[in-house]
């Protein structure tokens, strides 16, 4: 399934009307009747419900309209808010509130402070709130007395149906200025909005239902969207069957160079996740003194020494034996706990020039290239890059908060700029690809927010690269295992959780994700 931005949205129902001759009344009515099955969906009968429904002055207004006159149709109460100016309804929106007032609907408009006091009331007895206030086109400050009626209609603790995107969630970014609707269930049109996925937008959406309204398949699923939901369906097509002749050296050898005084479960978690992920051999190079110890924490998992130019730090004395160690390998995963040394960081940025096989950067490794971004150009192997949303900041040369208001063109132009596979870790993980391609993920959940976690996604997809056509799709399939197994993880331990929790897991998401049925 595509995920639309506001300007592919905008540009959907456009050529809906002016290409396929869908008239915008009919997208309203049927936007509206979505609208009235969820709400019907939530409460159950309506007759005889309280429903307060508010209304602005654009389509989404109008959709909100024409839920109102279903609902009352159904025998519920309806109370209609407007909030703006009647002048100002679009065409459509004000023929849906004529009908609504024609067939005896009241709309109360806030004009005066009684006005004010008598929609406290109102919301205090209802049943539940529809909000058609704003649309996914409105951006910024909110204007009066939008704050206002936002928090009113928060405190009033009411069940609430956001319309397309809870009023004051930015549908491009998920981003929030001042107030929004806190919704329990949002109803869109079309696609999903990348501002569904992203916080705090996310948290205010509630549960998300999707209505195609009847806009024509060639629209919804047109290759120019440049934004895809990473789920089950097309997650199951990436995972190919095993075959029956397969051995440890066709599921594929990764090296990780891993592992520093006091982050040696780092390299360990990692280590195993490359096997547990399904490739065949797993080899963590370390320096030469903390050998001993992962060789004790790791049984199926091979340990090499590197030489150090201090205790547990490796730089430029490592090179050529690390460059000669990888030359028999399918991939390698550098970075996890590997510290942030200036020789260690260095002897990253040299070797990854000379390491001639498809590279995963994570942790350490990505702080290393902070500052010196044009290097990757350089590097002629895929390479896929696994930051944290302080990391991609820090690549990017930006604050977190100027990261999240534009999350999606910002990691697309670096993908596109640094020729790398971007896996950009946050409430929901995206996996931005060279070509301008966006994926968002559906798995993963809150509770994976722990030590450790990072470790394992970089060590499953490191252990994808051989058994997947691509570097690409190890990056999406990667992802995909990765939050399924924290999913599983998460129904016995809930917000405690372990990243070793998420790695014993991982067989068990892939052969759920192998199975026919769902």
Not at 94 to 107: D, F, K, T, Y
Request: proline share 4%; glycine share 10%.
């Amino acid at each position: 399934m595509k995920i639309s931005r506001i300007e592919e949205m905008r540009q959907i129902d456009k050529l809906a009307t002016e290409k396929y001759g869908i008239p915008e009344a009919v997208l309203m009515e049927n936007a509206g009747r979505a609208v009235t099955s969820v709400v019907t969906e939530a409460l159950g009968d309506v007759a005889g419900r309280t429903i307060c429904v508010l209304a602005g002055t654009g389509n989404n207004g109008g959709d909100a309209f024409v839920a109102a006159r279903h609902l009352a149709n159904r025998g519920a109460n309806v109370k209609l808010v407007m909030a703006g100016e009647k002048e100002k309804l679009r065409k459509t929106a004000a023929l849906n509130q004529e009908i609504c007032i024609r067939l005896g609907l009241s709309v109360l408009t806030l004009e005066n402070e009684r006005d004010w006091e008598k929609l406290e009331i109102l919301l205090r007895l209802a049943d539940g709130v529809i909000d058609g206030l704003l649309g996914t086109g409105s951006s910024g400050e909110l204007r009066p007395p939008l704050p206002r009626l936002i928090r009113m209609v928060n405190e009033a603790g009411r069940p609430v149906v956001a319309i397309d995107v809870p009023s004051g969630v930015n549908a491009d970014s998920g981003q929030i200025t001042g107030e929004a609707i806190q919704a329990q269930v949002t109803v869109t049109f079309g696609l999903p909005k990348t501002g569904h996925f992203f916080c705090p937008g996310a948290a205010c959406a509630g549960r998300l239902v999707v209505d195609d309204i009847s806009l024509p398949l060639a629209l919804l699923t047109d290759k120019a969207i440049g934004q895809e939901y990473l789920d089950r369906n097309l997650a199951a097509r990436l995972l190919l069957p095993r075959p029956m002749d397969a051995h440890k050296g066709s599921c594929g050898k990764i090296l990780a160079v891993a592992g520093s005084r006091g982050m040696t479960g780092a390299a360990a978690l990692t280590g195993e996740a490359i096997l547990r992920a399904g490739a065949g051999i797993a080899v963590l190079a370390v320096a030469a003194s903390l050998q001993g110890i992962l060789a004790a924490k790791l049984t199926e998992v091979m340990t090499r020494p590197l030489p150090e130019t201090k205790a547990g730090i490796i730089g430029d004395s490592a090179l050529e034996p690390l460059t000669k160690l990888a030359a028999g390998f399918d991939g390698v995963l550098l970075g996890p706990g590997l510290g942030r040394s200036p020789e260690t960081a260095a002897l990253l940025r040299s070797f990854v020039k000379m390491a001639q096989k498809p590279l995963v950067l994570d942790a350490d490794a990505l702080f290393a290239f902070a500052g010196h971004t044009a290097e990757l150009k350089t590097i002629s192997d895929p390479v896929i890059m696994t930051p944290h949303l302080g990391e991609m900041a820090a690549l990017l040369n930006i604050s977190v908060s100027e990261l999240k208001k534009d999350i999606i063109p910002l990691c697309r132009k670096a993908a596109f700029d640094w020729q790398a596979i971007l896996v950009v870790k946050s409430e929901c993980t995206l996996v931005a690809l060279p070509d301008g391609r966006v994926y968002l993920t559906s798995t993963g959940n809150a509770g994976m927010a722990t030590a450790g976690v990072g470790d394992v996604l970089a060590g499953t997809i490191a252990g994808l690269l051989k058994q997947t056509p691509s570097a690409e799709e190890a990056a999406l399939l990667g992802v995909y295992l990765h939050g399924a197994a924290g999913d599983l993880a998460a129904e016995e331990n809930a917000e405690g959780l372990l990243a070793g929790d998420i790695l014993r897991k991982l067989p068990l998401a892939r052969k759920y994700l192998q199975r026919k049925e769902d």
